[in-house]
């Protein structure tokens, strides 16, 4: 009984005075119970490998299972998510969009889909347009494009513009952005980060002198607000942009410029969809029937703009539909072969229907070149630089499939 009260006397003293208390802790000791948060979602991949996912599509259970066999059967490791397209809707459940009613509830378990997704250790970026928006400004018409007598200016399929010059488009556009950051997209990609091109666009009246110069300015301005918002939760920043960026001298008239958005953003997706490119471009008589060489001119070129700490930044868009010519596997890994032939590992798949060629991305590791050629294309290959016949008005990415 003596030494059971003497075992007790014992751990009462060393309680009081080792104990777990802060207060007996030795000055700038750790907490032990202290925790670091554990992400919301995987790291990026050293090599991108990504398919674009509606947000119909990444909300449906039939579609999920489908891109679920291609997360484990192929190389893809990235799911491009829309959470604003180009008619307006937003289908994150951002306070913005609540109030301005252009909240859609496409993908209602959000939170839920992503942590799936990490659990498959895809990496999630999320798809916003930013100045195409449709029902933003029939809302809100002192944030539009307008015409000459002060009405909203329409595209030829009669969808209105935000200005790009007006700086609440770009807060709103950001607030959007934050809110997909918080549930716990790892990327923003803004797309649609252009001015007005597909209408009479002599009608277009903005909010501030417009002219080449001072596109670019709004693009590049827009573009550091975003990222003196978003870059504190650690997400990174990508825009995608016309095709023919890679090879014209001017910006298009819609803004863009391949040199000047490399510099800014995190990654680049030039949109090298050989169907988008007329008859003749690159001297190639019919660009979509001929995907290696068009998507690898278009890269020669972008070799000459941009520099060599630059060019990791480049990740393609390419071409998985079908148009004029049937795309199926020898189709879409031409493309890749003429990325990575150009040192460019990094690639998304587009198709508006996200139907994915599974053949063509199980091992493309067979398309890697024994030999590379990074030196910027020679004056004789620039001799017939592309022209402007890269079809602005012919973009598949208007199609959605709800």
Known sequence: MKSNLLIIA?????LNTTGCSDDNKPSGSPIISETIPEPKHCQRPASVRGIHLTAWTAGAANTRRYFDQIFQKTEINTAVIDIKEYEGEVYIPAEVALKANTYVRAIPDIEKY???????NIYPIARLVVFKDNKLVRQRPELAVKTPSGNIWKDHKGNAWADP????????????????????????QFD?????????????????NHSSASARAALAGFLKYAYQQLKPSGVDISVDIF??????????????????????????SPMLYPSHYAPGEYGLKLPESKPYETVSNSLKYARQKISPADWKKM?????????KIPYRTKEVQDQIRACYEWHIDSWLLWNPRCVYTIEAIKDTRKLLPQKTTLAPPTTTQLENPATNHYSIEKNCCDTIIP
């Not at 014992?10 to 060393?14: Q, Y």
């Not at 649609?192 to 501030?208: H, K, N, V």
């Not at 023919?244 to 990654?267: N, P, R």
């Open 10 to 14: 014992a751990v009462f003293f060393l």
């Open 114 to 120: 992503l942590a799936h997704l990490k659990k498959l």
């Open 165 to 188: 010059y007006n700086e609440e488009v770009w807060k709103y556009n950001v607030a959007i952005a934050s809110k997909a950051a918080e549930l716990g997209f790892a990327e923003i």
């Open 192 to 208: 649609y980060i252009r001015f007005p091109s597909d209408g009479d666009t002599r009608l277009c009246r903005y909010s501030q």
């Open 243 to 268: 095709g023919l960026t890679t090879s014209v001298s001017h910006d298009m008239g819609i803004g863009q410029s391949l040199k000047e958005l490399v510099e800014l953003a995190d990654f680049v």
């Open 315 to 323: 990740r393609p868009y390419l071409q998985d539909f079908s148009l």
